[in-house]
């Protein structure tokens, strides 16, 4: 009986000394704008953000976002709802512009847990509205992250919460109508992911497990390697959006919302060498914690964005609901001293 009134205390003394992993302290940068808050208060309900650039207008740019328990909001550069479009329950979000100018919006639609869909949009960058296409099948499973590729035509990734990963691809759906898109290659990793992104100038895939690491997936290829492990260091669990600035041939950065530690981690490409972290303090648009999905964008957005934008999810936003901080990319680059 003592021997386990001894083990008892001990335990207990442990868990009292026990505390939140935090990595290596992350440089700060401050968010330059923010959106409004979505509809939904009270609840974890913002998620995931895209970016759609207006080359020949910056400022009217467009930022598409989720409330996963409502919709999608799109947003204009000054952090203002220009429309919302009722579609449910979706998780992330994605967005390419084709060669037509068409701007095609795809999402992760969880109305049916048992069952993930892809719910599509285009949108009307002129109204900012969402036009809806179709919710189309993508497989058995609680559907989850979902990310996009131009690279060799319009191929979609279904993230399902189990660890299964299924890439689709699309043809001939951008003229009003959409198809059910075509089963590519099926991948998997150990564990539950969520963030996705693509590098569209070799097709190469990387995929948070969100207690593990980051994958990278070969274009084609359905076995993948773990490039930048959990660590304590660069990534505190639970690693969560990705996004990525590229650079010639196959150079630039890839960034992980390293949510554990409310920070940001930045891999320079293409060896995932960690090169820093970053934080976004408290200013004027306040700071981010427990932020889920991520976007980067490279190019002239207008106002303090004229090298790009990077857009974060805040997690912690109140009194207010939750919503998505807007952070120069230039400011980033400058704060972890990149080329």
């Known amino acids: 009986m003592r021997n386990s009134m001894i083990v008892a205390v001990a335990a207990g003394l442990l868990a009292g000394c026990a505390t939140t992993p935090a990595g290596l302290p992350p440089v700060s940068v401050l968010a330059s704008g923010e959106t409004a808050p979505v509809g939904t208060a009270n609840e974890d309900a913002a998620d995931d953000p895209a970016i759609w650039r207006n080359a020949a207008d910056p400022w009217q740019s467009l930022i598409v976002a989720t409330d996963k328990k409502a919709g999608l909001y799109v947003y204009g550069m000054d952090g203002a709802v220009r429309s919302f479009a009722d579609a449910g329950a979706v998780n992330n979000v994605d967005l390419l512009e084709l060669e037509d100018g068409t701007v095609f919006v795809a999402a992760s639609d969880r109305n049916d847990l048992a069952n993930s869909h892809i719910a599509t949009f285009l949108l009307d960058t002129a109204s ?154 408290g200013a004027m648009y306040g700071s981010t914690e427990e932020t889920d999905g991520i976007a980067l964008a490279l190019g002239n957005f207008g106002g303090e964005f004229t090298e790009g934008l990077f857009v974060a999810q805040d997690g912690q936003n109140a009194p207010q609901a939750q919503n998505f901080k807007l952070v120069s990319w230039a400011a980033v680059r400058a704060a972890l001293g990149l080329d």
């Not at 060799?152 to 689709?168: M, N, Q, S």
């Not at 960034?255 to 320079?268: E, L």
Request: aromatic residues 8%; hydrophobic residues 40%.
């Open 128 to 281: 900012a509205e969402l036009r809806t296409l179709g919710r189309l099948p993508s497989g058995p499973g609680e559907g989850y992250g979902f990310c996009m590729s131009a690279h060799g035509g319009v191929t979609a990734l279904a993230v399902i919460k189990d660890g299964r990963l299924r890439e689709y691809s699309f043809t001939g759906v951008f003229d009003g109508e959409v198809a059910e898109p075509t089963l590519v290659r099926e991948m998997s990793v150990p564990t539950q992911p969520e963030g996705c992104v693509f590098d569209d100038r070799d097709g190469t895939l990387y995929v948070g497990e969100e207690v593990a690491g980051i994958w990278r997936f070969r274009d084609g290829e359905t076995t993948g390697e773990l490039v930048a492990p959990i660590d304590n260091l660069y990534l505190v669990a639970d690693v969560e959006g990705l996004a990525i600035a590229p650079a010639g041939e196959n150079g630039g950065h890839l960034v992980a919302s390293s949510q554990g530690d409310n920070a940001y981690a930045v891999y320079a490409l293409p060896d995932m060498t960690p090169v820093g972290r970053f934080a976004i303090g």
